[in-house]
C-alpha cells in the first residue's frame, strides 16, 4: 500500500454538499493521477461521472446508507463487466485490495470536518461491492470502519 500523503489530496464539493452537511446522500469519488501521484476526491450528491476515466475504471466510490436504522458505509470497485480475461481482473482485484486501505484513510481526511463534526460516523461498517462478471471475484465484503483508517 502506497503512504497517504494530504498534500497531494484535492477535495471538491458539488450539489449543494458543504463541508459539513448532509450526510445522508452523500457520495464520494475518488480517482487518481498515476504519474503524479495525487487524488481527487469529489463528494456530492451523485458520483461524479465525469471525473471517472472509461477506460481505466479504478476510480473508489462510496455513499452512506441506511438500512433498517443502521447507517453504514458502501464503497463500490469496478474489477469487470467482462471486458478483461480472468488473470487480468484478478490483477485488477489484487490492486483495489492493496490501494482501497489509502483510498478509504483519503475519504476519511478529505471529508475530515463531517467526520469531526459527527464523530460517530467513525464507527459504522464499510461494506465494499467488488464488481464483477466473474464469480470467484464479485464480492460483498465487510471491512473495518473509518477508526482504521484515520491519518
Not at 76 to 97: C, H, M, P, S
Not at 130 to 144: D, G, H, M, N, R
Request: charge should be negative; aromatic fraction near 16%; proline fraction near 5%.
Amino acid at each position: 500500500m502506497s503512504k497517504f500523503n494530504s498534500e497531494k489530496l484535492s477535495v471538491e464539493y458539488r450539489d449543494c454538499v458543504t463541508a459539513t452537511e448532509p450526510i445522508i446522500s452523500r457520495k464520494y469519488t475518488l480517482t487518481h493521477s498515476d504519474f503524479t501521484g495525487e487524488l481527487f476526491l469529489t463528494i456530492g450528491t451523485q458520483f461524479a461521472w465525469d471525473k471517472v476515466n472509461p477506460k481505466m475504471r479504478d476510480e473508489v466510490l462510496g455513499e452512506w446508507v441506511t438500512h433498517e436504522n443502521c447507517l453504514y458505509f458502501n464503497v463500490f470497485l469496478y474489477i469487470d463487466q467482462g471486458e478483461y480475461d480472468l488473470t487480468t481482473a484478478t490483477k485488477r482485484e489484487e490492486v483495489f485490495r492493496r490501494e482501497l486501505p489509502l483510498a478509504l484513510t483519503a475519504i476519511r481526511y478529505g471529508d475530515r470536518f463531517l467526520f469531526y463534526l459527527y464523530p460517530d460516523l467513525n464507527n459504522p461498517l464499510i461494506i465494499v461491492n467488488f464488481i464483477s462478471t466473474y464469480p470467484p471475484l464479485a464480492k460483498q465484503e465487510v471491512w473495518q470502519t473509518f477508526n482504521s483508517f484515520t491519518t
